[in-house]
Each structure stands twice: as structure tokens, then as C-alpha cells.
């Protein structure tokens, strides 16, 4: 399972949305937030086992100060952006150019060197290049490393050079899917020129790599989409299994054997899993104990090696109680227990089963299936171990269930922090910096530029207003007269906070 809103925190311990505040919608350029400084965070730690720890890709979790990049929090070096998205040749977002290699020099002095000779160049092959060059430097003499990958791919605009695109030409004949296809061979390719430098290194016996999507697809409310999470419901921003539930694997020659896999794991769980893997390797450094927030996730390294069953039974999908302006209009609470899953408020959108595009007719059409529906509860109980496409709400059947999950839900949210997301600060606009993103705030002042730029208002998801124009299918139902008895009569807000107290304290 990944995080609903940003998979990259998983980088740190309190790695739960709901303790970065990372619980509401990601970092967008000009915020003045970022992942806390408080969060101890992988290459923090596997620094302290004497690994060399690198990042190459997207960043995502703050740049309004240098405090809160790559460098800064424990890698040695970076290569790539600090924002969330931006054009693969051009590097640009909102009018600026962000691509850098930011490292530390011979005297121990921060670098970041803005990368504009790399303009027009396709950033899946800079960065895949990157990593290959690195693995043939590596000495078997060189301490162990850690290395961070963040692809851009398959993050949109969706964009590939042509050379990708030729390979589909005889049997995919949408510009769409050919494009995106494209660009998953683009990232493949760069997969299999990293592993064939591990072995040509002689490091593939000795190297664990973990591959891991940060979401399902993204599709929405329409017949046409390039990807697909069918049969599981749902996709990107929602809670449902097809936005949460992603393919990962594992591979570590000599370590483990093909198998699958199908235990309960959290994105959570890698940095206790890499901890332990580390604590195997050598000794800590004299003097530097490892102090961190209290751990979200496990160590799961027996359930991946020995197939044992998973090192936990819950897992918390999301606790958020605002509107998301292209996702859920009204409160978002989902948690996993066991073979149930619980979600009050809504889990979408999107909410749909979006079949798979076809790949001979070259039209839009694809097998159509219930794409777009009004919710038809505030409450959501599934069985996932019985029904893991999420067809069958039977919380009528098992209030006990409901009630059960409902009150581990309210235990997770007296632990929550308020979401971080601030307004865009004017002085972060790239013009300032020779159309280049740079961080534009001082340490010092970092905190009170928070607290201007703050939007949130008192838990009331009605008068939140955000900038975003939310999914056209969902305003489809949304703005209808509300017709079933989950949505109350008259004022909403007053319905969701009775219904919701009901469920919190009703203990008969």
C-alpha cells in the first residue's frame, strides 16, 4: 500500500500523511513548507552505518529554505529537480528551470549548480544515465551506498522522444497510449542499462533494489484513459484499492528466490526494513546514536525473505477533512484491519472501474464499466480478502466492524498534525531568480511566512474554497439535489458532523 497523497515521504519515520502533514494534497510550487526538518530520514540513517547515500529524480518535499533539500537532509549528492512536475526536455515549470546537481565540495561547502546545459535533453535517459555512470565509479574498496531513484516517468506532461514512440507504431494506433507506452519503455530501458552496470560492476550480488510505483494510475471520470488499475477501483488521489494498492518488487540475487508475495506492507515499512538490513553490515559511529520520532512502520525483511506473515494487521489510508480540489469534496478517512477496510466520508473520486484501453481498434472506446456514480454511503466496509475490487459495501451487515474501525480511526487522529499546505508566496516566483526555482527564504524566517501563507480554516470542508476546478464527472453528482439518505437533509456540514459524532461515540 502507498500514501494517498505523497509516497516520497515514505523517505522518513513518521512517514503517515497525517503526522508530516502530508495528509491533504502535495507540495505545489511557491509553498513555503516541506517535509518537517524534525523527520529523521533514510540516507540520515544509513549514514550512520558508514553508506555513501545519493538521490537522482524528483525531490518534492520542500525547497523554500536550503534546509529542507536533498543535500541538506543526508544525501551527498543530488541530481535532478526539487519541484513535483515539469517538461522532460525543457526542465520548466510555472516559468522556471529546475534541474541541478547540488553536492558538497573538498572544503565541505553546500554546491548547487543549476544545470541549463542540460536544456532539451530527456530527463528518464539524464538520470538513468547518471546512475549508470555512478555504479562505474564504484570501487570495491568504496563503502556500501544507498542510492534514491525517483523517475520522473510516468508523471505527466506526457512527453517521450520519438525513437520510443516508433516501437508502437504497428499496433498502437491512439497518439495517447502510444505516448504513454512510450514513456513506460523509456524508464524500462533505463531499468536494464542500471542492472546490466550492476552486474558489469560485480555489485549484483551484493545490492537489494526495491521498484515501487507512488500511486495507481491516474484516471478519472471519462470513457478515454491511457492506464488502467482494473479490475481494483478507484486510481490516483483516491482511497479505493486501485489508488493505493501498487505493483512493487524486490530483487536481490543470492538473497532471495522468485516468488510472490501478497502480505500486508506499507510504503512505511521500508525505512525500518532498510535500517535493519543496514544494522547487519557494520557498526555505528562512535558518538552519533540514532534518535528519531517514533517509528509508523515495521521491519519487514522476514516477511519478504521468508515469506512470513506480515509484521502488521492495520494500516492507516488517509485522515483528511478537507476538500481536495481535483479529488473528495467531503471528509476522506480510510483505514485497513485484517481483511477489512473501513472508508467514511468518501473514497473518491475517482470511484470508478476503468477498464484497461484497447490496443487494436484505435478509437476511444473502451469496454465501459461504472465509470462515474454518485457515493452511495458516507460508509464503506469491505471485505478486501473476499471482495478486493470493492463491489460490495456490507457495513449494513457488520456495524460492529464499522464501529471498531470508526474508533481506531478517531485513536489515529488525536496523534494528527494539521495539513501543511500554505498559499503560494509571491517572493518564490522564479522571475526573482533569473527564471530559475530557488529556495527564497532564510531559516529565520521560514516560520512566520508559514503562518502568512496559511489557508487552512477550522475543520468546515463547506467553506474551504481552493483554486483547483474539482473532477467535471464528480461536480456531475455532486451539484444534484441529494437524494440519499447518507446526505442528510438540508445543511451538509451539520449532517456530516452528527453522523460522524454518532459513529465516534456511540459505544451501545
Not at 552505518?49 to 537522482?56: G, K, M, P, R
Not at 531513484?149 to 522522444?161: D, G, I, K, T
Request: one cysteine or more; hydrophobic letters at 30%; a negative charge.
Amino acid at each position: 500500500y502507498n500514501q494517498p497523497r505523497d509516497n516520497k515521504a515514505v523517505v522518513s519515520t513518521q512517514s503517515t500523511g497525517i503526522h508530516t502533514g502530508l495528509q491533504h494534497s502535495v507540495i505545489h510550487p511557491g509553498e513555503p513548507w516541506g517535509l518537517p526538518l524534525e523527520e529523521t530520514i533514510i540516507p540520515e540513517i544509513m549514514k550512520e552505518f558508514n553508506y555513501s547515500t545519493l538521490a537522482v529524480g524528483k525531490w518534492h518535499l520542500g525547497m523554500h529554505t536550503w534546509s529542507y533539500t536533498p543535500v541538506y537532509r543526508g544525501f551527498d549528492t543530488f541530481f535532478g529537480y526539487y519541484l513535483g512536475s515539469q517538461n522532460y526536455d525543457t526542465h520548466v515549470r510555472g516559468g522556471g528551470y529546475d534541474l541541478r546537481d547540488d553536492y558538497r565540495d573538498a572544503q565541505g561547502k553546500f554546491v548547487d549548480d543549476v544545470r541549463y546545459d542540460l536544456k532539451g535533453q530527456y530527463s528518464t535517459e539524464l538520470y538513468s544515465k547518471r546512475v549508470v555512470d555512478f555504479l562505474g565509479s564504484v570501487k570495491t574498496s568504496d563503502p556500501p551506498f544507498f542510492l534514491y531513484l525517483a523517475y520522473q516517468s510516468v508523471h505527466e506532461p506526457h512527453m517521450v522522444p520519438q525513437r520510443y514512440i516508433d516501437q508502437y507504431a504497428s499496433h498502437i494506433h491512439d497518439k495517447q497510449e502510444k505516448t504513454f507506452a512510450a514513456m513506460v519503455s523509456a524508464m524500462d530501458e533505463g531499468v536494464g542499462n542500471i542492472t546490466a552496470a550492476l552486474e558489469a560492476a560485480g555489485l549484483d550480488n551484493n545490492t537489494i533494489i526495491v521498484f515501487s510505483s507512488d500511486n495507481g494510475a491516474n484516471v478519472g471520470c471519462v470513457k478515454h484513459v491511457t492506464a488502467s488499475n482494473y479490475p481494483y477501483r478507484g486510481g490516483k488521489r483516491s482511497i479505493y484499492e486501485g489508488g493505493q494498492r501498487s505493483p512493487s518488487f524486490i530483487w536481490a540475487p543470492g538473497r532471495l528466490k522468485p516468488y510472490q508475495n501478497n502480505a500486508l506492507i506499507h510504503v512505511s515499512d521500508w525505512l525500518p526494513t532498510f535500517w535493519g538490513l543496514a544494522s547487519q553490515q557494520g557498526a555505528l559511529k562512535p558518538n552519533h546514536p540514532i534518535t528519531t520520532q517514533p517509528l509508523d512502520g515495521v521491519d519487514q525483511w522476514e516477511t519478504i525473505s521468508q515469506n512470513k506473515p506480515s509484521a502488521r494487521e492495520e494500516i492507516l489510508l488517509n485522515i483528511d477533512p478537507y476538500p481536495l480540489g481535483n479529488g473528495h469534496q467531503v471528509p476522506n478517512y480510510g483505514i485497513r484491519w485484517k481483511n477489512w477496510k473501513l472508508i467514511l466520508g468518501s473514497g473518491g473520486p475517482p470511484n470508478g472501474w476503468y477498464p484497461a484501453p484497447s490496443l487494436t481498434n484505435g478509437t476511444d472506446e473502451n469496454p465501459t464499466e461504472v465509470t462515474c456514480h454518485k457515493p452511495q454511503s458516507y460508509v464503506e466496509l469491505y471485505d478486501i480478502e473476499k471482495d478486493p475490487y470493492e463491489r460490495h459495501n456490507v457495513s449494513v451487515l457488520h456495524p460492529h466492524v464499522v464501529k471498531k474501525l470508526t474508533h481506531k480511526l478517531l485513536a489515529y487522529n488525536t496523534t494528527a498534525v494539521p495539513p501543511g499546505n500554505r498559499k503560494t508566496d509571491p517572493a518564490a516566483d522564479p522571475k526573482n531568480f533569473n527564471n530559475t526555482w530557488m529556495p527564497w527564504l532564510q531559516d529565520g524566517e521560514a516560520e512566520e511566512r508559514k503562518e502568512e501563507m496559511d489557508w487552512r480554516v477550522p475543520y468546515n470542508w463547506v467553506q474551504q474554497e481552493v483554486n483547483e476546478q474539482p473532477d467535471p464527472c464528480y461536480l456531475q453528482w455532486y451539484n444534484q439535489p441529494r437524494d440519499n439518505s447518507y446526505w442528510g437533509q438540508g445543511d451538509d456540514t451539520a449532517f456530516w458532523t452528527d453522523y460522524l459524532y454518532q459513529l465516534l461515540t456511540d459505544d451501545e
